[in-house]
Structures are given as C-alpha cells and as structure tokens.
C-alpha cells in the first residue's frame, strides 16, 4: 500500500509539469463522452420513457456507470495499456523485482486525465438526484456507494482479463472492447431495455447488471427487495476468477525477447 | 495517375494482412449493432408513433452502418501520417516525384477500402439472414441501390478530405491529441454516428443537414434505407459534391501553405 502510495504521488508530480496537455485531454475526454449524453438528451426529447425509466432515471443510472467505468481506468490504466507493456519488454523487468506484479503494473499508470469524464459525470448525478424524486434513506445511499465501489471493481476485473489475455496473444484484442467501452457506452440505459438475453447474460456471465440494474431498482423504489442493496457486493467476486486467470496466464508467460 | 494508382494497390494488399484483426472487428461490430438495435427496439416499443424512420429503415442504417464503419469513422486515422510529420520522415515523402497530398489521400482511401472489405461482407451476410424486425433489408428498387453507390463514394471522399485537414493542421500545432479528440469527436455527433439524424427535432435537423458532417455516412446510409427519396436525391447529392470539392481544396491550400515553411532539423 505504501508503494503504490509512492507510485500515486510520482504521477500527481508528472501532471503538474504538463499542466497544458493535461488540461487538453481532459477537456477532450469531457467532449467524447458528452456526445453520449447528447445522445441520450435528445432521445428523451423525442420519447418520455423508455422501458419505464425517465430521463432523469436514466441520467442517474448513466452518471453511475460512467463514474465507475473511469474510476476504473483512471487506475487500472496499467492494465488497458498491457499489451505495449509485454511487447517492449517492460513486463521483463517487472517480473525481477521482488515486488507483486499486479502492484506494479497497477502502478504503472494512473490517468487523471478521466477527471474530466468523473466531473461530468457528477453533474448528471447531481440532475438526476434532483429531478428523479428519490426520497433518500441510509439503505438508498449505501447502495449508491456500493454501486460505485462493486462497478469500479467489475471494470478493474474487465481490464485485467484483457491484460491475462495479452499474455497469450500479446496483442490486445478487439473484441474486449465489447466489455469496457461497449459496457460503458450501453451501460448508459439500465441493462433490462436490452431484453432478457442480455440481462441474463450481464448477470450471470459478467455481472454488470449486479452493479447496474438490480441496485438502480432498489435506489429509484420501483423494487423494495432489500437484497439488492447488496448485490453490487456480490458483483466484486468476480475480481475472484479474473485474479486467478491473471496468476494462470503469469505462468504461461514467454517473454517476446525485445 | 498510374503512381497512385500502384501505391494504391500496394497499401490494400497490405491492408488485407490484418485477417485476425478483422475477425475480431467484425464480432465486436456485429455485438455493437446488436446492441445498438435492441436499444432502438426499446424506444420504439415504448412510443411507436414518435419514432421519425420506420423501424426496419433504422435495423437497416445500423447494420450498413457497422458494416461500413471502416469507410466512414474520422476516428480510425493513421498513426503513421501523424508520426511522419511529427518526427521529421516528411522530408523522405517530399523527396518523392509526387504530391504529397494526392498521395496520402490515396493512402487512405486504400487503408479504408481494404478494412472495409474484409469486414463488411461476414456482417452483411449476417445481418441478411437475421429473422424480420432485425435483418438487413434489402433496398427497394436499383434506382435506389445505384443512389446509394454513388452517395457512398461522395460520403467516403468526403470523410478522407476532412481527414487530411486533420492530418494538416498537425503542421501548425505541436500537440495534436487535444484537437483531434475534438474534431472527432464533433464529426461522430453532427454526421448520425451517436444517433442518426432524424431523430433529431425538426429545426436541428434541417441546421445539421447543410453541415459538411451530414455528407459523411449520413446520406448513403439514408438513402439505402428509404429514408430519402425523391428529389431529396439531387439535393443531398448536390451538398455531398460541393463539400468534397470545398474540403479538398482547403486542404490543397492549407497544405501548400505548410509545406512552404517546414522546417526539418537534421539528424
């Protein structure tokens, strides 16, 4: 912990001598994802409901997802940023030092320029918290921040099966993206709209629906099962099999000699 | 005309090289589409009536969108035009007895081409056979398929001549990521990448339609799904044509300008 401290303070210091840069991308990663809420605003000028969630509903669910999504990179960068880490020969070095290796690579990279994203983000919540009539309760809030610690960790896991994949391939694949910016770009309307294949499957196969939709009932009232309030907790066990698919894929590593 | 000609077939079959890379691309496309439809499908079930295309036309603009996203996005640029600038290597393509505009533009045309025949077709044949709501439907008539051809070629000229823009103006700055994102990001919301143009209110719209954006994907894809017809025909055509026209000349222009007074340090 007081290594990846140290590692944390290094990039905080690395931003602060490229204050201009920073300050560019993060306004460009505010504009990317502020067509997605364009996106959705004009959707709901044109239609109330979709699926009985409103717009403010839906903003509320939008703003969590998004929140937990660059949580997620904004730390596990390291991760997403694997496949360049194991075809330079950095992973080499990496692995002799008497350190844990998800530590470091974790360490690797931090990207606060996702604040841009997280600051969005807050304001939707902060609409949708005050247009979507939810009457606050202990219970409410706790899930609130459930979801956020459970979706955080889900898209950490996401990431480091891409990285165990890179592993195997050394390139990153394509298709992974299907679960990182397809879940963060879908993820925007509650995963029930999608039909019931693709609830099943985000529930059981990849849990986002246990970080997304059943709390997000809970939170909006249209369901008092309790339960849900900790179902984003059952949702970090998938950081479990993920784990150990990055500890299996370790031991398959060759390295690529550069 | 005969240099681009070869250089063209050169960068396609280069292109052609990247078949696991493709597969991977057409399954996260099609996962993309799918996506993308069924979300269409919820709106539309919970309000028919203020759906602005029929729905089989919008199953249709999806999939031709996905299918061809390789023609249309700003967002697949080439590294390697921003890293010859940035390094230096520009003095190496100034050396050879061609223009380096028409050259790149080329490039990038042949870049395209290739992704987009690899992909398309699995996607396609796919999305045929998918059961009615959700399949891809065939166009009317030939009239409106040979429309489609012709608005697809114009679209596909018009995204690489603002592509060059993007890839000139790095000549001017130093760090091109901040406005790259930008102007990526602007194409993907005015040409119908985050949702397509109808579904914007009227006013907007018609705003939104004249911009060079709405000549990109926008128009072909429309077309293709009976979403435009008649003498809106000539009309989108028309803007497509002067567009690709304006763009390549400011490009040509803004070029010519740079190149005057590059400066490459030895080394």
Redesign the interface.
């Known amino acids: 912990m007081k290594l990846y401290y140290k590692y944390f303070l290094i990039h905080l210091k690395s931003i602060f001598q490229h204050k201009a840069s920073f300050l560019l991308t993060t306004i460009g990663q505010f504009l990317v994802s502020f067509n997605v809420f364009l996106g959705v605003y004009f959707m709901f000028l044109r239609f109330n409901k979709v699926n009985n969630f409103t717009y403010s509903e839906v903003l509320l669910c939008f703003s969590i997802v998004l929140i937990q999504f660059s949580l997620a990179e904004c730390f596990a960068r390291g991760f997403d940023t694997f496949s360049s880490t194991i075809s330079n020969g950095e992973f080499d070095r990496i692995m002799v030092r008497p350190r844990n290796e998800m530590l470091q690579v974790l360490g690797s990279k931090i990207e606060f320029t996702r604040i841009g994203r997280i600051l969005q983000a807050l304001i939707m919540f902060i609409y949708g918290i005050m247009k979507s009539n939810v009457t606050w309760s202990y219970g409410r809030i706790f899930t609130v921040v459930f979801m956020i610690i459970g979706g955080t960790v889900v898209f950490t896991g996401i990431f480091i099966i891409y990285a165990a994949l890179c592993f195997f391939t050394i390139e990153g694949l394509e298709f992974m993206n299907i679960f990182t910016d397809g879940a963060r770009e879908y993820g925007k309307y509650p995963v029930s709209i999608y039909g019931k294949i693709v609830l099943q499957i985000c529930t059981f196969i990849i849990p986002f629906a246990l970080v997304q939709y059943y709390p997000l009932l809970y939170v909006l009232g249209k369901s008092h099962n309790e339960g849900y309030i900790f179902f984003p907790i059952l949702g970090c066990g998938f950081i479990i099999p993920c784990y150990l698919f990055w500890k299996f894929g370790i031991r398959h590593y060759k390295s690529t000699g550069s | 005309m005969n240099k681009y000609l070869s250089f063209f077939r050169l960068r396609f079959i280069y292109g052609f090289q990247y078949r696991a890379?493709a597969l991977?691309?057409i399954?996260?496309q099609f996962?993309?589409g799918a996506?993308e439809i069924?979300?269409f499908?919820?709106?539309y079930?919970?309000?028919a009536k203020?759906f602005?295309m029929t729905f089989s036309a919008l199953v249709s603009y999806v999939w031709m969108q996905q299918a061809f996203l390789a023609l249309f996005m700003t967002w697949i640029l080439e590294n390697e035009i921003f890293d010859i600038i940035t390094n230096g290597n520009i003095a190496y393509e100034l050396c050879r007895p061609v223009d380096v505009y028409n050259m790149w533009f080329t490039r990038s045309m042949a870049n395209r081409l290739s992704k987009a025949l690899l992909r398309s077709m699995p996607i396609l044949l796919f999305a045929v056979f998918l059961p009615a709501p959700y399949g891809l439907r065939l166009p009317d008539n030939g009239k409106t398929f040979s429309w489609f051809l012709l608005t697809m070629v114009l679209g596909f000229l018009t995204v690489i001549a603002y592509c060059m823009l993007l890839y000139i103006i790095n000549f001017y700055t130093i760090?091109p990521?901040?406005i790259r994102?930008?102007s990526?990001?602007v194409v993907?919301?005015f040409s119908g990448a985050?949702?397509p143009l109808p579904?914007?209110?009227k006013g907007i719209r018609e705003i939104f339609e004249i911009l060079p954006f709405a000549s990109m994907q926008n128009v072909p894809l429309r077309i293709y799904s009976g979403d435009i017809s008649g003498t809106g025909l000539y009309r989108a055509a028309g803007l497509q044509i002067f567009w690709v026209i304006l763009l390549i000349v400011a490009g040509k222009i803004l070029m010519t300008k740079a190149l005057k007074k590059v400066v490459v340090q030895g080394g």
Request: charged share 10%.
């Open positions: 890379a991977a691309g399954m996260t996962t993309w996506l069924l979300m499908k919820a709106f079930n919970a309000d203020a602005p760090s990521m901040g994102m930008v990526v990001a993907e919301f985050v949702i579904f914007f209110p």
